[in-house]
């Protein structure tokens, strides 16, 4: 056998080595993602050993998709926090829109993680502005909920370029205000209440509890009697009892979220 034969034979071993490693962990990490069940410290020490930022490369870049194997290398970012996945997909947004669920939990993680996300905040703000996240309100509405989540920072005067038009990402945008504390929005617009869907009048009220104490519990009172839906008076009540909490209630939200995930 010659040198440059044995350096191929070699090279083929190893490669098959780290394939069957790979494989093993992407395979537990599937089997994890569909139980109640957190990787352990093992699996993620296994998972920091792979570059699961090619992996999830390479995958997309295949003819056929496997959505179950690009699921589990998602979910094993989630929990190795690389500080280079924020670049990753910053540079190919549009490419894992697809996904976008999936991507908003990692940069949640990421966010926790302390890892700087300026250049993912402005791919998301350009795709928002006009790319095709605009037409997708699914889309648009999960990449809004990285403001909701306070991942990313939206300005007063992007609010209403990005955050408007349906329902979905009307309901974002209310959201976000009253994260914002935009006081005067709620108050300009509190009158209008009635032109609003039902679906819209919900998130409206959680974000006007930014308004001042008073203020909120005189204008909710005097709107609830015009809601005639099963249950909306008893909503009212309740959001009454919850001013200035809108931070608390959203946190309490991804609990609950993630509890039936």
Known sequence: MSAEDFNAYLDRQL???????EQSAIESLGATLYSDEEPNEHEIE????????????EETLRET?????????????????DPLAAEF??????????????MVLLIQELHKNGID??????SVLDELRGRAACSVPTVRFWLLELYVRGCLKLAPK??????????????QGFLIRG??????FFRRNKTRFDQLNS??????????????????????????????????????????SKWGQLSNLVDSREEVAREHA
């Open 15 to 21: 490669t098959d080595v780290f394939n069957e490693a």
């Open 46 to 57: 296994r998972l920091r050993g792979l570059n699961l930022l090619e992996l999830l490369e």
């Open 65 to 81: 998709w496997d959505f179950g194997r690009i699921r589990a290398i998602f979910f094993g970012l989630r929990f190795t926090a």
């Open 89 to 102: 997909f910053a540079e190919r947004l549009q490419r894992f829109l697809p996904f976008v669920k999936e």
């Open 117 to 122: 996300l300026s250049d993912f905040g402005k």
């Open 158 to 171: 992007d609010v209403s370029a990005v955050a408007q038009g349906d329902t979905f990402a009307n309901r």
């Open 179 to 184: 994260l914002n504390r935009d006081v005067n």
């Open 199 to 240: 679906f819209e009048k919900f998130s409206f009220l959680l974000g006007a509890t930014c308004l001042p104490k008073d203020e909120f519990k005189t204008w909710v009172s005097a709107v609830r009697v015009g809601m005639d839906r099963p249950l909306d008076r008893l909503f009212c009540a309740w959001v009454q």
